[in-house]
Nanobody, 123 residues
């Protein structure tokens, strides 16, 4: 599976962005998908994840109520809708995929990673 994230950019506090992640390869619908982010000088952190069928999602407490993850298996796409953005959301955002078991909120569970897209929220 190859992943390509897009949709990042510069936005003001309170604004919205929608990140997209395009997947190529077979059996996309077999994969759990996740979004992670890494701010400058900080460790990578979990943002959100969605099961293969889209029926279950998990989000970090820091984004609960503001970010929403979704997927379209027919298009092999996963999305992260980000609302009410804050300066502390500034980071490179990565999409990731796994078809194995593991804790869905930690990075090492995921096997495939996209290249990242930069989100900058100005105050």
């Amino acid at each position: 599976v190859q992943l390509q994230a897009s949709g990042g950019g510069l936005v003001q506090t309170g604004g919205s962005l929608r990140l997209s992640c395009a997947a190529s390869g077979r059996a996309f619908s077999d994969y759990r998908m996740g979004w992670f982010r890494q701010a400058p000088g900080k460790d990578r952190e979990f943002v959100a994840t969605i099961t293969w069928g889209g029926g279950s999602t998990l989000k970090a407490d820091s984004v609960e109520g503001r970010f929403f993850i979704s997927r379209d298996n027919t298009k092999k796409m996963v999305y992260l809708q980000m609302n009410s953005l804050k300066p502390e959301d500034t980071a490179v955002y990565y999409c990731a995929a796994t078809n194995g078991a593991g804790i869905p909120t930690i990075g090492r569970t995921y096997v495939y990673w996209g290249q990242g897209t930069l989100v900058t929220v100005s105050s």
